[in-house]
């Protein structure tokens, strides 16, 4: 299967813990997105990269939310000490440069208690 | 902010009726990509459209790219039980990241 991955596709915590997802995105994809969907709505953006560098953030990232994408392929996003208002589906994206199409993976959704 | 309403909100037809749905914006857009989701999966892109006035199918779907730039359509033909999901509307925001802003959705209930 070429498309993005997530893992895990489910995750629950209690409040206060850390946790981290990752995202493979298509192999010849530089840009990789997260978003955020909570809900009944549709996602909402929360960060981008383009090969290793972190080029934008959402406010909706928080000091709690940090993003990585060490060597510009897998992503990681990890929320420390989780608050009930982080649980939501959270999605990865990727495309190529220069083209707006984005393909998502399953997404991971997180359930805080 | 920036936001892309979609209508109708929720629509409820027999199988084999054909749909229809659209989405508009306050602001022009240089894409439009329209996503079907299922519950507790990620959006699964349909149809992209690249040019004011362009008109794309794809199987049963055909989508079109308004002449202002601020509108899409999304026709879908001889609905099948398959085709119940909830359906987005999206644009890239532009500048650097092309980061997308996603319409409120349509979720389509389809009836046997």
């Known amino acids: 299967d070429t498309g993005v991955s997530q893992d895990p596709r489910h995750k629950i915590t209690k409040r206060g813990q850390n946790v981290t997802f990752r995202c493979d995105p298509i192999s010849e994809h530089n840009r990789l997105y997260w978003y955020r969907q909570t809900l009944g709505q549709g996602p909402e953006f929360l960060t981008y990269f383009q090969n290793e560098a972190q080029l934008e953030k959402s406010r909706l990232l928080s000091d709690r939310f940090s993003a990585e994408r060490p060597k510009g392929s897998f992503s990681t996003l990890e929320i420390q000490r989780t608050e009930q208002g982080d649980s939501a589906m959270y999605l990865c994206a990727s495309s190529f440069p220069v083209v707006e199409t984005q393909y998502f993976g399953p997404g991971t959704r997180l359930l805080v208690l | 902010g920036q936001q892309l309403n979609q209508s109708p909100q929720s629509m409820f037809i027999q199988e084999g009726e054909d749909v229809s749905m659209n989405c508009t914006s306050s602001s022009i857009f240089n894409t439009w990509l329209w996503y079907k989701q299922d519950p507790g999966e990620g959006p699964v892109l349909l149809i992209a459209l690249y040019k004011a006035g362009e008109l794309t199918s794809n199987g049963r779907l055909t989508a079109q790219f308004g002449i202002t730039r601020k509108d899409s359509f999304l026709n879908i033909s001889a609905s099948i039980p398959s085709d119940v999901g909830i359906y987005f509307c999206?644009?890239?925001?532009?500048?650097?990241?092309?980061?997308?802003?996603f319409g409120t959705g349509t979720r389509l209930q389809v009836f046997p």
């Open positions: 999206a644009g890239p925001r532009g500048g650097d990241t092309d980061k997308l802003i």
